[in-house]
């Protein structure tokens, strides 16, 4: 089992700045690739970016060269460093962590609860 808390989230004007945290904690050996994804109202949930163990790094095209994802193993916690907010990227985050008991094994999906990110212009 992991679990995931995710903070950071609030309210700001278009231009500003923001920076998400999520901390994983239980099983983590196993977690693989962890990411932040965002549902806006009657949206589905869309992939923001992600990030593998070794620091590979993929973005959506809407968020390139405005967000940065990072991540620091010991302390088992990822960071979404978001840039020139546009009204667009209202919608609850979630943290997301890709965990498998092996390397053969299948990887499951654990989800934070989310955190409000509201943009106003």
């Known amino acids: 089992q992991v679990q995931l808390v995710e903070s950071g989230g609030d309210s700001v004007q278009a231009g500003g700045s923001l920076r998400l945290s999520c901390t994983a904690t239980?099983?983590?050996?196993?977690?693989?690739?962890m990411g932040w994804y965002r549902q806006a109202p009657g949206n589905q949930r869309e992939l923001v970016a992600t990030?593998?163990?070794?620091?590979?790094?993929n973005y959506a095209d809407s968020v390139k060269d405005r967000f940065t994802i990072s991540r620091d193993n010991t302390k088992n916690t990822v960071y979404l460093q978001m840039n020139s907010l546009k009204p667009d990227d209202t919608a609850v985050y979630y943290c997301?962590?890709?965990?498998?008991?092996?390397?053969?094994?299948?990887?499951?999906?654990?989800w934070g609860q989310g955190t409000q990110v509201t943009v106003s212009s």
């Open positions: 997301n962590a890709q965990y498998a008991l092996s390397p053969w094994s299948p990887a499951v999906d654990y």
């Open positions: 990030i593998t163990t070794g620091g590979t790094t």
């Open positions: 239980g099983n983590i050996f196993g977690i693989r690739a």
